[in-house]
């Protein structure tokens, strides 16, 4: 069955960055688009990134496009990553990883906290 598990968040001071990693399994890792999501305290869940099949094209949310790196992944691993930079207390947020074209069960989700 489709399944994700998401890494790599913890806490980190503001201006921080983090490397966060979702290995997927249960369908062709290749041939969908992949992204990933966060839901703030009280907030609904949204999609703050996506990056097509290949990684020739990735799209963010305005919010977080001047800050966050990067979108990336390894078809050979199945695994899809975000790099963030400049972390603020407003990215604080369990983050996801999905198949937006096709939304698969959620994972637990990586925490990261964001303060001084």
């Known amino acids: 069955q489709v399944q994700f598990v998401e890494s790599g968040g913890g806490l980190v001071q503001p201006g921080g960055s983090l490397r966060l990693s979702c290995a997927a399994s249960?369908?062709?890792?290749?041939?969908?688009?992949m992204g990933w999501y966060r839901q703030p305290p009280g907030k609904s869940r949204e999609l703050i990134a996506l990056?097509?099949?290949?990684?020739?094209?990735?799209?963010y949310l305005d919010s977080v496009k001047d800050r966050f790196t990067t979108i990336s992944r390894d078809n050979a691993k199945n695994t899809v990553y975000l790099q963030m930079n400049n972390l603020q207390p407003d990215d604080t947020a369990v983050y996801y990883c999905?198949?937006?074209?096709?939304?698969?069960?959620w994972g637990q989700g990586t925490q990261i906290t964001v303060s001084s």
């Open positions: 249960g369908f062709i890792f290749s041939a969908d688009n």
């Open positions: 999905n198949r937006p074209s096709s939304l698969g069960p």
């Open positions: 990056i097509t099949p290949t990684g020739g094209s990735s799209y």
